[in-house]
């Protein structure tokens, strides 16, 4: 793997951006009023629209 070029994907808006970019929203995956694990949303940590739409996503459940 080469981790000079390593790139995540915007959950928010979809573009593909280097790893100093993105940063990760952790949140508990709840199903029945138990905590199942977590989700992890990546978002653009250099545009404020993608983190508002990952909040967004986290609150939805998905
Ligand atoms: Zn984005």
């Given at each position: 793997?080469?981790?000079?070029?390593?790139t995540?994907?915007?959950?928010a808006?979809?573009?593909?951006?280097?790893?100093?970019?993105?940063s990760?929203l952790?949140?508990?995956?709840?199903?029945?009023?138990?905590?199942?694990?977590?989700?992890?949303?990546?978002?653009?940590?250099?545009?404020?629209?993608?983190?508002?739409?990952?909040?967004?996503?986290?609150?939805?459940?998905?």
């Amino acid at each position: 793997m080469d981790f000079k070029n390593l790139t995540w994907r915007c959950d928010a808006c979809g573009d593909e951006r280097p790893d100093e970019k993105i940063s990760v929203l952790s949140v508990p995956l709840i199903i029945d009023g138990r905590e199942l694990g977590q989700m992890n949303y990546k978002y653009c940590n250099d545009r404020p629209e993608c983190l508002k739409q990952v909040e967004e996503k986290a609150r939805g459940g998905g």
